[in-house]
Protein backbone atom coordinates (compact mmCIF):
# COMPACT_ATOMS: atom_id res chain seq x y z
CA UNK A 1 0.00 0.00 0.00
CA UNK A 2 1.66 3.38 -1.02
CA UNK A 3 0.65 6.57 0.81
CA UNK A 4 1.73 10.32 0.07
CA UNK A 5 1.61 12.81 2.54
CA UNK A 6 -1.06 15.51 1.99
CA UNK A 7 -0.45 18.11 4.68
CA UNK A 8 1.27 18.39 8.02
CA UNK A 9 -1.44 18.82 10.40
CA UNK A 10 0.66 19.21 13.57
CA UNK A 11 4.05 20.77 13.79
CA UNK A 12 6.57 19.22 16.55
CA UNK A 13 6.01 22.58 18.51
CA UNK A 14 2.14 22.17 17.97
CA UNK A 15 2.16 19.33 19.36
CA UNK A 16 4.22 20.60 22.18
CA UNK A 17 1.54 23.60 22.84
CA UNK A 18 -1.52 21.67 22.37
CA UNK A 19 -0.59 19.20 25.08
CA UNK A 20 0.52 22.07 26.76
CA UNK A 21 -3.30 23.13 26.75
CA UNK A 22 -4.57 20.08 26.83
CA UNK A 23 -2.93 19.16 30.00
CA UNK A 24 -4.30 22.14 32.11
CA UNK A 25 -7.43 21.38 31.07
CA UNK A 26 -7.23 18.40 31.95
CA UNK A 27 -7.02 19.78 35.30
CA UNK A 28 -8.87 22.56 35.57
CA UNK A 29 -11.92 20.48 34.48
CA UNK A 30 -11.46 17.47 36.97
CA UNK A 31 -12.30 18.93 40.20
CA UNK A 32 -9.30 17.92 42.18
CA UNK A 33 -6.63 15.64 41.51
CA UNK A 34 -6.59 13.68 44.39
CA UNK A 35 -7.81 10.67 42.18
CA UNK A 36 -6.94 11.97 38.99
CA UNK A 37 -4.55 9.02 36.99
CA UNK A 38 -3.60 8.97 32.85
CA UNK A 39 -3.77 5.85 31.35
CA UNK A 40 -2.17 5.55 28.00
CA UNK A 41 -3.18 3.33 25.42
CA UNK A 42 -0.11 1.53 23.50
CA UNK A 43 1.88 2.55 21.59
CA UNK A 44 2.09 6.34 20.89
CA UNK A 45 -0.71 6.68 23.97
CA UNK A 46 1.88 5.98 26.37
CA UNK A 47 4.45 8.57 25.19
CA UNK A 48 1.70 11.15 25.39
CA UNK A 49 0.37 10.23 28.93
CA UNK A 50 3.82 10.66 30.11
CA UNK A 51 4.54 13.84 28.86
CA UNK A 52 1.11 15.12 30.09
CA UNK A 53 1.81 14.16 33.78
CA UNK A 54 4.85 15.93 33.48
CA UNK A 55 3.52 19.35 32.27
CA UNK A 56 1.12 18.66 35.13
CA UNK A 57 3.74 17.77 37.88
CA UNK A 58 5.86 21.00 36.78
CA UNK A 59 2.69 23.37 36.57
CA UNK A 60 0.29 21.99 38.97
CA UNK A 61 2.94 20.61 41.51
CA UNK A 62 1.16 17.52 40.94
CA UNK A 63 2.49 13.91 40.93
CA UNK A 64 -0.83 12.11 38.90
CA UNK A 65 0.04 8.52 38.56
CA UNK A 66 0.38 7.13 35.03
CA UNK A 67 -0.08 3.39 33.54
CA UNK A 68 0.28 1.80 29.90
CA UNK A 69 -2.15 -0.21 28.69
CA UNK A 70 -2.00 -2.67 26.15
CA UNK A 71 -5.37 -3.64 24.21
CA UNK A 72 -4.33 -6.67 21.89
CA UNK A 73 -6.43 -8.86 24.22
CA UNK A 74 -9.08 -6.69 23.71
CA UNK A 75 -9.46 -6.36 20.00
CA UNK A 76 -12.69 -7.04 18.70
CA UNK A 77 -11.01 -8.30 15.20
CA UNK A 78 -8.65 -11.11 16.32
CA UNK A 79 -10.46 -13.36 14.39
CA UNK A 80 -9.81 -11.88 10.79
CA UNK A 81 -6.22 -11.75 11.03
CA UNK A 82 -4.51 -14.93 10.46
CA UNK A 83 -1.25 -14.54 12.90
CA UNK A 84 -2.11 -12.84 16.04
CA UNK A 85 -0.69 -9.79 16.75
CA UNK A 86 1.97 -9.67 19.29
CA UNK A 87 0.69 -8.82 23.13
CA UNK A 88 2.21 -5.87 25.06
CA UNK A 89 2.18 -5.52 29.02
CA UNK A 90 -0.15 -3.17 30.47
CA UNK A 91 1.46 -1.57 33.35
CA UNK A 92 -0.14 -0.12 35.43
CA UNK A 93 0.86 -0.29 39.03
CA UNK A 94 -2.01 1.99 41.00
CA UNK A 95 -5.38 -0.01 41.56
CA UNK A 96 -8.00 1.81 39.49
CA UNK A 97 -10.98 1.19 41.90
CA UNK A 98 -12.81 4.77 42.13
CA UNK A 99 -10.28 7.19 40.16
CA UNK A 100 -10.92 9.24 37.84
CA UNK A 101 -8.93 8.07 34.41
CA UNK A 102 -8.51 9.71 32.01
CA UNK A 103 -7.31 7.52 28.49
CA UNK A 104 -4.56 9.00 26.26
CA UNK A 105 -4.22 8.46 22.79
CA UNK A 106 -3.16 9.70 19.71
CA UNK A 107 -5.70 9.48 17.30
CA UNK A 108 -9.60 8.75 18.03
CA UNK A 109 -11.46 6.96 14.67
CA UNK A 110 -13.35 4.42 14.77
CA UNK A 111 -13.82 4.20 19.02
CA UNK A 112 -13.16 0.66 18.75
CA UNK A 113 -9.65 0.97 20.30
CA UNK A 114 -10.96 2.83 23.13
CA UNK A 115 -14.15 -0.22 23.62
CA UNK A 116 -11.21 -2.36 24.06
CA UNK A 117 -9.48 -0.32 26.23
CA UNK A 118 -12.23 0.30 28.05
CA UNK A 119 -12.77 -3.69 28.57
CA UNK A 120 -9.42 -4.10 29.86
CA UNK A 121 -9.53 -1.55 32.96
CA UNK A 122 -12.77 -3.05 33.63
CA UNK A 123 -10.80 -6.21 34.48
CA UNK A 124 -8.62 -4.30 36.66
CA UNK A 125 -11.27 -2.60 38.40
CA UNK A 126 -14.40 0.01 38.75
CA UNK A 127 -12.55 3.40 37.78
CA UNK A 128 -15.10 6.36 38.85
CA UNK A 129 -15.30 8.04 35.74
CA UNK A 130 -13.41 7.32 32.31
CA UNK A 131 -12.78 10.39 30.04
CA UNK A 132 -10.75 10.36 26.83
CA UNK A 133 -7.72 12.52 25.78
CA UNK A 134 -6.62 12.49 22.55
CA UNK A 135 -4.65 14.80 19.79
CA UNK A 136 -6.55 14.05 16.95
CA UNK A 137 -10.55 13.28 16.45
CA UNK A 138 -10.54 12.67 12.78
CA UNK A 139 -14.16 11.63 13.11
CA UNK A 140 -15.90 8.80 11.48
CA UNK A 141 -16.96 6.93 14.71
CA UNK A 142 -18.34 3.63 14.51
CA UNK A 143 -19.54 2.91 18.37
CA UNK A 144 -20.67 5.32 20.87
CA UNK A 145 -17.22 7.30 21.87
CA UNK A 146 -16.57 10.70 22.34
CA UNK A 147 -13.62 12.68 23.69
CA UNK A 148 -13.46 15.09 26.41
CA UNK A 149 -10.15 16.35 25.58
CA UNK A 150 -9.10 17.29 22.35
CA UNK A 151 -6.18 18.87 20.52
CA UNK A 152 -7.48 19.31 16.75
CA UNK A 153 -10.26 18.19 15.64
CA UNK A 154 -9.60 16.94 11.63
CA UNK A 155 -12.02 16.19 9.29
CA UNK A 156 -10.89 13.03 7.20
CA UNK A 157 -12.18 10.57 3.93
CA UNK A 158 -12.30 7.06 4.28
CA UNK A 159 -9.18 6.90 2.22
CA UNK A 160 -7.05 9.27 5.02
CA UNK A 161 -4.91 8.02 7.64
CA UNK A 162 -3.93 10.43 10.48
CA UNK A 163 0.10 9.53 11.15
CA UNK A 164 1.02 10.48 14.62
CA UNK A 165 4.98 10.37 14.58
CA UNK A 166 6.61 10.95 18.20
CA UNK A 167 9.86 11.54 19.66
CA UNK A 168 9.99 8.52 21.85
CA UNK A 169 8.55 5.90 19.08
CA UNK A 170 9.54 6.90 15.84
CA UNK A 171 12.24 9.29 16.16
CA UNK A 172 10.86 12.49 14.71
CA UNK A 173 8.20 14.48 15.80
CA UNK A 174 5.00 15.69 13.43
CA UNK A 175 1.27 14.52 12.77
CA UNK A 176 0.79 14.31 9.29
CA UNK A 177 -2.33 13.40 6.82
CA UNK A 178 -1.82 10.94 4.16
CA UNK A 179 -3.98 8.97 1.82
CA UNK A 180 -3.70 6.10 0.22
CA UNK A 181 -2.69 5.84 -3.66
CA UNK A 182 -4.26 3.29 -5.97
CA UNK B 1 8.39 -11.02 14.97
CA UNK B 2 5.55 -13.19 14.62
CA UNK B 3 5.55 -16.76 15.67
CA UNK B 4 4.72 -18.14 12.61
CA UNK B 5 4.37 -21.71 13.94
CA UNK B 6 1.20 -24.13 13.39
CA UNK B 7 2.18 -26.53 15.99
CA UNK B 8 4.28 -26.84 18.75
CA UNK B 9 5.30 -30.70 18.51
CA UNK B 10 8.92 -30.14 20.64
CA UNK B 11 11.56 -27.71 21.17
CA UNK B 12 14.32 -29.28 18.91
CA UNK B 13 13.26 -27.41 15.69
CA UNK B 14 12.50 -24.62 17.60
CA UNK B 15 15.13 -21.71 16.66
CA UNK B 16 16.17 -19.35 19.08
CA UNK B 17 14.62 -16.51 17.78
CA UNK B 18 10.91 -18.03 18.35
CA UNK B 19 11.73 -19.51 21.75
CA UNK B 20 12.67 -16.16 22.88
CA UNK B 21 9.26 -14.66 21.28
CA UNK B 22 7.38 -16.93 23.46
CA UNK B 23 9.10 -16.38 26.57
CA UNK B 24 8.50 -12.78 25.62
CA UNK B 25 5.42 -13.28 25.01
CA UNK B 26 4.40 -15.28 28.29
CA UNK B 27 5.14 -11.79 30.03
CA UNK B 28 1.96 -9.76 29.36
CA UNK B 29 0.42 -13.46 30.38
CA UNK B 30 2.30 -13.74 34.21
CA UNK B 31 0.88 -9.70 34.04
CA UNK B 32 -2.28 -10.91 33.63
CA UNK B 33 -3.13 -13.28 36.77
CA UNK B 34 -2.86 -10.66 38.47
CA UNK B 35 -5.51 -9.15 38.14
CA UNK B 36 -8.30 -9.22 39.87
CA UNK B 37 -10.78 -10.52 37.07
CA UNK B 38 -9.20 -13.28 34.75
CA UNK B 39 -11.00 -13.73 31.82
CA UNK B 40 -10.38 -12.25 28.32
CA UNK B 41 -12.87 -12.36 25.71
CA UNK B 42 -9.59 -13.27 23.20
CA UNK B 43 -10.46 -16.48 22.53
CA UNK B 44 -13.95 -16.34 22.87
CA UNK B 45 -16.01 -19.10 20.69
CA UNK B 46 -12.78 -21.12 20.25
CA UNK B 47 -13.24 -24.58 21.39
CA UNK B 48 -9.54 -25.96 22.45
CA UNK B 49 -9.35 -30.25 23.13
CA UNK B 50 -7.73 -31.16 25.75
CA UNK B 51 -6.79 -34.98 25.21
CA UNK B 52 -4.82 -36.32 27.54
CA UNK B 53 -4.36 -40.04 26.98
CA UNK B 54 -1.96 -40.57 30.06
CA UNK B 55 -3.05 -39.14 33.51
CA UNK B 56 -1.95 -35.81 34.51
CA UNK B 57 -3.41 -33.44 36.89
CA UNK B 58 -0.88 -30.76 36.70
CA UNK B 59 -0.43 -29.75 33.02
CA UNK B 60 -3.97 -30.46 32.41
CA UNK B 61 -5.40 -27.93 34.88
CA UNK B 62 -2.73 -25.58 33.73
CA UNK B 63 -3.76 -25.90 30.23
CA UNK B 64 -7.64 -26.00 31.08
CA UNK B 65 -7.32 -22.60 32.83
CA UNK B 66 -5.15 -21.39 30.15
CA UNK B 67 -8.04 -21.65 27.90
CA UNK B 68 -10.64 -20.65 30.40
CA UNK B 69 -8.91 -17.27 30.89
CA UNK B 70 -8.33 -17.16 27.48
CA UNK B 71 -11.94 -16.81 26.83
CA UNK B 72 -12.00 -20.53 25.03
CA UNK B 73 -13.46 -23.68 25.65
CA UNK B 74 -12.70 -26.80 25.94
CA UNK B 75 -13.26 -30.42 25.09
CA UNK B 76 -11.65 -33.00 27.91
CA UNK B 77 -10.49 -36.08 27.09
CA UNK B 78 -9.07 -37.95 29.61
CA UNK B 79 -7.60 -41.40 29.78
CA UNK B 80 -9.50 -43.03 32.59
CA UNK B 81 -12.63 -42.46 31.62
CA UNK B 82 -12.26 -42.59 27.25
CA UNK B 83 -12.99 -44.86 24.98
CA UNK B 84 -9.77 -45.86 24.98
CA UNK B 85 -10.13 -48.43 27.25
CA UNK B 86 -12.61 -49.87 24.56
CA UNK B 87 -9.81 -50.49 21.66
CA UNK B 88 -10.90 -47.06 19.77
CA UNK B 89 -7.33 -46.19 18.16
CA UNK B 90 -5.35 -42.44 18.28
CA UNK B 91 -6.08 -41.81 15.08
CA UNK B 92 -10.32 -42.85 15.59
CA UNK B 93 -10.14 -40.45 18.83
CA UNK B 94 -8.56 -37.51 17.44
CA UNK B 95 -10.77 -37.83 14.25
CA UNK B 96 -13.94 -37.85 16.48
CA UNK B 97 -12.88 -35.09 17.78
CA UNK B 98 -11.83 -33.08 14.93
CA UNK B 99 -15.08 -33.52 13.62
CA UNK B 100 -16.71 -31.84 16.40
CA UNK B 101 -14.08 -28.77 15.19
CA UNK B 102 -12.20 -27.74 18.22
CA UNK B 103 -9.58 -24.78 17.22
CA UNK B 104 -6.55 -26.32 18.14
CA UNK B 105 -5.58 -29.70 20.15
CA UNK B 106 -3.79 -30.40 23.25
CA UNK B 107 -2.27 -34.12 23.39
CA UNK B 108 -0.14 -35.80 26.36
CA UNK B 109 0.62 -39.51 25.29
CA UNK B 110 2.11 -42.67 26.30
CA UNK B 111 3.89 -43.19 22.74
CA UNK B 112 6.96 -40.62 21.72
CA UNK B 113 6.14 -39.15 18.39
CA UNK B 114 2.28 -39.56 18.64
CA UNK B 115 1.33 -36.08 18.54
CA UNK B 116 3.58 -35.81 15.23
CA UNK B 117 1.30 -38.21 14.02
CA UNK B 118 -1.41 -36.63 14.74
CA UNK B 119 -0.79 -33.30 13.41
CA UNK B 120 0.33 -35.04 10.34
CA UNK B 121 -3.23 -36.03 9.85
CA UNK B 122 -5.31 -32.92 11.11
CA UNK B 123 -6.33 -29.48 10.01
CA UNK B 124 -5.86 -27.41 13.79
CA UNK B 125 -2.76 -26.78 15.48
CA UNK B 126 -1.25 -29.49 17.71
CA UNK B 127 0.29 -28.58 21.12
CA UNK B 128 2.55 -31.82 22.50
CA UNK B 129 1.80 -31.47 26.43
CA UNK B 130 4.31 -34.47 27.31
CA UNK B 131 4.74 -37.76 24.51
CA UNK B 132 6.32 -40.76 25.77
CA UNK B 133 9.94 -40.20 26.69
CA UNK B 134 10.42 -38.04 23.54
CA UNK B 135 9.03 -34.12 24.76
CA UNK B 136 7.77 -32.02 26.99
CA UNK B 137 7.84 -28.30 25.42
CA UNK B 138 6.17 -26.71 27.56
CA UNK B 139 7.54 -27.62 30.68
CA UNK B 140 11.12 -26.30 29.18
CA UNK B 141 9.58 -23.18 27.97
CA UNK B 142 8.24 -22.24 31.76
CA UNK B 143 11.40 -23.41 33.04
CA UNK B 144 13.26 -21.45 30.89
CA UNK B 145 10.84 -18.40 31.43
CA UNK B 146 11.44 -19.18 34.82
CA UNK B 147 15.22 -19.06 34.68
CA UNK B 148 15.39 -15.78 33.02
CA UNK B 149 13.50 -13.79 34.93
CA UNK B 150 15.46 -14.70 38.42
CA UNK B 151 18.81 -14.80 36.84
CA UNK B 152 17.78 -11.94 34.22
CA UNK B 153 18.96 -13.75 31.29
CA UNK B 154 18.91 -17.22 29.65
CA UNK B 155 22.45 -17.96 28.27
CA UNK B 156 25.32 -20.11 29.19
CA UNK B 157 24.54 -21.13 32.89
CA UNK B 158 25.93 -24.70 34.35
CA UNK B 159 22.69 -26.72 34.48
CA UNK B 160 22.69 -29.80 36.26
CA UNK B 161 19.87 -32.54 35.81
CA UNK B 162 19.72 -35.22 38.22
CA UNK B 163 17.56 -37.93 38.19
CA UNK B 164 15.88 -40.60 35.84
CA UNK B 165 17.15 -38.98 32.69
CA UNK B 166 16.65 -41.31 30.69
CA UNK B 167 13.14 -41.66 30.97
CA UNK B 168 12.33 -38.00 31.17
CA UNK B 169 10.92 -35.98 28.01
CA UNK B 170 11.20 -32.67 30.26
CA UNK B 171 15.07 -33.51 30.75
CA UNK B 172 15.17 -33.95 26.85
CA UNK B 173 13.28 -30.90 26.35
CA UNK B 174 15.47 -28.93 28.59
CA UNK B 175 18.29 -30.05 27.30
CA UNK B 176 17.23 -29.19 23.52
CA UNK B 177 16.27 -25.38 25.09
CA UNK B 178 19.11 -24.40 27.37
CA UNK B 179 21.45 -25.95 25.23
CA UNK B 180 20.34 -23.44 22.23
CA UNK B 181 21.07 -21.04 24.49
CA UNK B 182 24.76 -22.32 25.19
CA UNK B 183 24.04 -24.11 28.66
CA UNK B 184 26.99 -26.40 29.95
CA UNK B 185 24.87 -29.86 31.29
CA UNK B 186 25.87 -31.89 34.01
CA UNK B 187 23.87 -35.22 34.26
CA UNK B 188 23.96 -37.42 37.45
CA UNK B 189 22.12 -40.04 39.13
CA UNK B 190 22.07 -43.89 38.92
CA UNK B 191 24.12 -44.91 35.83
CA UNK B 192 21.00 -47.21 34.17
CA UNK B 193 19.10 -43.99 34.32
CA UNK B 194 21.70 -42.17 33.13
CA UNK B 195 23.24 -43.84 30.01
CA UNK B 196 26.35 -42.43 27.73
CA UNK B 197 24.22 -41.67 24.72
CA UNK B 198 22.58 -38.96 26.44
CA UNK B 199 26.18 -37.46 25.96
CA UNK B 200 25.42 -37.09 22.25
CA UNK B 201 21.98 -34.90 22.84
CA UNK B 202 24.42 -31.56 22.46
CA UNK B 203 27.93 -30.19 22.37
CA UNK B 204 27.92 -29.67 26.22
CA UNK B 205 26.98 -32.60 27.76
CA UNK B 206 28.63 -34.47 30.52
CA UNK B 207 27.63 -37.49 33.30
CA UNK B 208 29.30 -37.67 36.22
CA UNK B 209 28.60 -40.61 38.88
CA UNK B 210 28.16 -38.64 42.52
CA UNK B 211 26.14 -35.56 43.15
CA UNK B 212 28.35 -33.83 44.62
CA UNK B 213 30.90 -33.75 41.79
CA UNK B 214 27.62 -32.49 39.81
CA UNK B 215 26.47 -29.93 41.98
CA UNK B 216 29.75 -27.94 42.09
CA UNK B 217 29.45 -24.73 40.07
CA UNK B 218 25.62 -25.24 39.20
CA UNK B 219 23.56 -22.16 38.12
CA UNK B 220 20.58 -23.95 38.00
CA UNK B 221 20.01 -28.27 39.26
CA UNK B 222 16.73 -29.52 37.74
CA UNK B 223 15.71 -32.34 39.74
CA UNK B 224 13.83 -34.85 38.24
CA UNK B 225 11.15 -37.31 39.85
CA UNK B 226 11.59 -41.16 40.63
CA UNK B 227 8.65 -42.41 37.94
CA UNK B 228 7.84 -45.35 39.95
CA UNK B 229 4.60 -45.77 37.49
CA UNK B 230 6.43 -45.60 34.11
CA UNK B 231 9.53 -47.71 34.24
CA UNK B 232 9.19 -51.52 34.34
CA UNK B 233 12.50 -52.43 35.51
CA UNK B 234 12.57 -52.73 39.16
CA UNK B 235 13.19 -49.28 40.34
CA UNK B 236 15.78 -48.44 42.84
CA UNK B 237 15.67 -48.97 46.77
CA UNK B 238 14.40 -45.58 48.15
CA UNK B 239 16.83 -45.52 50.65
CA UNK B 240 19.89 -46.01 48.45
CA UNK B 241 18.61 -43.70 46.22
CA UNK B 242 18.22 -40.72 48.88
CA UNK B 243 21.88 -41.92 49.89
CA UNK B 244 23.38 -41.40 46.27
CA UNK B 245 20.83 -38.50 44.59
CA UNK B 246 18.69 -36.71 47.11
CA UNK B 247 19.20 -33.29 46.75
CA UNK B 248 19.98 -31.89 50.58
CA UNK B 249 20.94 -28.79 51.51
CA UNK B 250 24.03 -29.79 52.41
CA UNK B 251 24.95 -30.86 49.13
CA UNK B 252 23.54 -27.89 47.76
CA UNK B 253 25.52 -25.54 49.00
CA UNK B 254 28.16 -27.04 46.28
CA UNK B 255 26.22 -25.50 44.14
CA UNK B 256 26.93 -21.56 43.16
CA UNK B 257 25.66 -19.67 46.31
CA UNK B 258 21.92 -18.07 43.84
CA UNK B 259 22.09 -21.41 42.25
CA UNK B 260 17.97 -22.57 41.42
CA UNK B 261 16.38 -25.22 42.52
CA UNK B 262 13.66 -26.45 39.56
CA UNK B 263 11.28 -29.16 40.14
CA UNK B 264 8.84 -30.43 37.04
CA UNK B 265 6.55 -31.95 39.81
CA UNK B 266 5.23 -33.61 41.15
CA UNK B 267 7.68 -33.60 44.15
CA UNK B 268 8.32 -36.45 45.68
CA UNK B 269 9.48 -35.13 49.24
CA UNK B 270 12.12 -37.19 51.38
CA UNK B 271 13.03 -38.99 47.91
CA UNK B 272 14.58 -37.09 45.30
CA UNK B 273 14.20 -33.62 47.17
CA UNK B 274 14.62 -33.02 50.78
CA UNK B 275 11.82 -30.32 52.13
CA UNK B 276 13.95 -27.85 53.31
CA UNK B 277 15.36 -27.51 49.71
CA UNK B 278 11.48 -27.53 48.11
CA UNK B 279 10.51 -24.54 50.52
CA UNK B 280 13.77 -23.15 50.58
CA UNK B 281 14.91 -19.73 48.85
CA UNK B 282 16.37 -21.41 45.82
CA UNK B 283 12.94 -23.37 44.99
CA UNK B 284 11.93 -22.01 42.28
CA UNK B 285 8.42 -25.11 41.96
CA UNK B 286 6.18 -22.59 42.54
CA UNK B 287 6.80 -19.79 39.82
CA UNK B 288 7.26 -22.67 37.69
CA UNK B 289 3.56 -23.45 38.00
CA UNK B 290 2.42 -19.71 37.75
CA UNK B 291 5.02 -19.15 34.66
CA UNK B 292 3.42 -22.55 33.10
CA UNK B 293 -0.18 -20.87 33.12
CA UNK B 294 1.33 -17.68 31.27
CA UNK B 295 3.64 -20.16 28.88
CA UNK B 296 0.08 -21.75 27.99
CA UNK B 297 -2.08 -18.83 27.35
CA UNK B 298 0.53 -17.34 25.39
CA UNK B 299 1.24 -20.48 23.37
CA UNK B 300 -2.83 -20.71 22.87
CA UNK B 301 -3.21 -17.51 22.08
CA UNK B 302 -0.55 -17.46 18.67
CA UNK B 303 -1.48 -21.16 17.95
CA UNK B 304 -5.21 -21.39 18.42
CA UNK B 305 -6.54 -17.69 18.10
CA UNK B 306 -6.76 -15.73 14.71
CA UNK B 307 -8.37 -16.59 11.49
CA UNK B 308 -9.47 -20.25 11.44
CA UNK B 309 -7.08 -21.78 7.95
CA UNK B 310 -9.33 -23.03 5.64
CA UNK B 311 -9.77 -26.09 6.14
CA UNK B 312 -12.12 -28.68 4.31
CA UNK B 313 -14.26 -30.76 7.21
CA UNK B 314 -12.62 -33.93 7.57
CA UNK B 315 -15.65 -35.68 7.35
CA UNK B 316 -16.29 -34.49 3.71
CA UNK B 317 -12.29 -34.50 2.64
CA UNK B 318 -10.52 -37.30 4.11
CA UNK B 319 -10.15 -40.96 2.19
CA UNK B 320 -10.87 -43.80 4.77
CA UNK B 321 -8.40 -45.70 4.18
CA UNK B 322 -5.32 -46.43 6.93
CA UNK B 323 -2.81 -44.04 6.89
Known sequence: ?182 | MLLRLQHLLGIESLTREQITFILDQAKPFQEFQRHPLKKLATLRGKTVALTFFESSTRTRISFATAAARLGADTMNLQAESSSLKKGESLLDTVRTLEAMRPDGIVIRHASSGAPEFVAARVEIPVINAGDGTHEHPTQALLDALTIRDRKRKLDGWNVTILGDILHSRVARSNLHLLGKFGAHFTLCGPAMWVPRELECLGPNIRRVPRIEQALEGADVVIVLRVQTERIHEPSMAAEEYILGYQLTPERLRLAQPDALVLHPGPMIRGLEIDDAVADGPQSCVLEQVTNGLAIRMALLYHLTGGAPADAPHPAKEKSSAAD
Open chain 1, 1 to 182: MRVVEKRQLLSAEEISRTLQRMAHEIVEKSGGTKDLVLIGVRRRGVPLSQRLARIIKESARVDVPVGTLDITLYRDDLSTISWQPVVQSTEIEFPVDDRDVVLVDDVLYTGRTIRAAMNGLFDLGRPRRIRLCVLIDRGHRELPVEASFVGRHVQTTDTEIVECRLQEVDNEERVMLVDRVA
